[in-house]
Structures are given as C-alpha cells and as structure tokens.
C-alpha cells in the first residue's frame, strides 16, 4: 500500500508507565515555565526563556549571555536527594569534558493549609559529591537502564532565587 500509513491497534494504546511518563513531562513543563516567569538570569539579570524540546541536559537559557540550566520541579519541601534522569546521557557529556549542568529546582509542598515554594540555583556540582548511578528496572524486567539521583544538594554551593 504505496502512500499511506498503516498503524496497529495495539501502537495506538498508551501504556500505564506512557501516561505517567507524560504525566511527568507535564509537571516538568509547568515548572519550567514557572522558572521562566519568577526568576531572572542568576548571572546578569535579563531574562530566561526555554530551550528547544530534546535539548540534551538544559531546559532553559538567559536572553542575554550565556547561562544554560537544567531544571527540576519537586512536589516536596526542600531535601538534600532528588531524582536525576537517565545516566546514559549524562555520561555521554561528561565524556566529552563538559561539566555536572548549572540546576535550579523548584520545590513546592503545602504545609499547614498553605502552598510554599522555593526555587533554588545550585551552581556548582560535581559528579563525584552529587551525582549517585544505579540501575533500576520499569515495571518490566525486560525494560531496565541506569538512572542518576542529585545527591547531598544539601551541602552544595546554593542560591535562593524566589520564596513563597
């Protein structure tokens, strides 16, 4: 059937790990552009604005120099570990001499009937202090890779950018 598209059924029905995945692209998303909204560059104060989807290790960038960061958008109050992404390509940019990605996180919880929110930038980690691999398994024992947790952020060099 020259010219046209044949899809199977069982290729259109999102799986339960396909929908939580979205689900958690979205809240990344969000959070994003929540960044984008609240916070200015922490190095020269322009404003930021997204990289294209797919761009490996950065989510935002300022408009005005080059500042890159990854973000990360936590339902939890401040804490020293956090989950990473996959290891694979993290590995790969520090192969090629690159550094642990500048990372901002935006951390929200409700507390005591109110919403909090913290964003904070973490300029300098290393991937010796706050990277930690391991291996992990999705929900199929066929489907497994390395994964990455930021570790002991607690103790790294931080910055508040915005509180609420």
């Known amino acids: 059937m020259a010219g046209f ?40 104060g322009k404003p930021l604005a997204e990289l294209l989807p797919g761009f490996p ?25 956090i989950q990473g992404a996959t290891w694979n390509i993290m590995e790969s940019a520090l192969k090629t001499g690159q550094l642990v990605p500048r990372l901002i996180v935006n951390f929200k919880w409700e507390e005591d009937g109110a919403e909090h929110q913290k964003i904070i930038f973490y300029p300098f980690l290393s991937k010796k202090d706050h990277l930690k691999k391991y291996f992990t398994e999705i929900k199929n024992p066929a489907r497994s890779l390395w994964m990455f947790r930021y570790v002991n952020l607690d103790k790294a060099v931080s910055s508040v950018l915005y509180e609420k």
Not at 31 to 40: M, R, T
Request: net charge positive; proline share 3%; aromatic share 4%.
């Open 57 to 81: 290790l950065y989510d935002i960038r300022c408009t005005g120099c080059v500042f890159q960061a990854q973000v990360k958008t936590i339902n939890s109050k401040p804490k020293g570990s």
């Open 5 to 44: 598209l044949v899809l199977r059924y069982d290729e259109l029905v999102m799986t339960e790990n396909t929908i939580s995945k979205r689900r958690n692209q979205d809240v990344g998303k969000q959070g994003e552009l929540e960044v984008i909204q609240l916070v200015s560059c922490p190095n020269c």
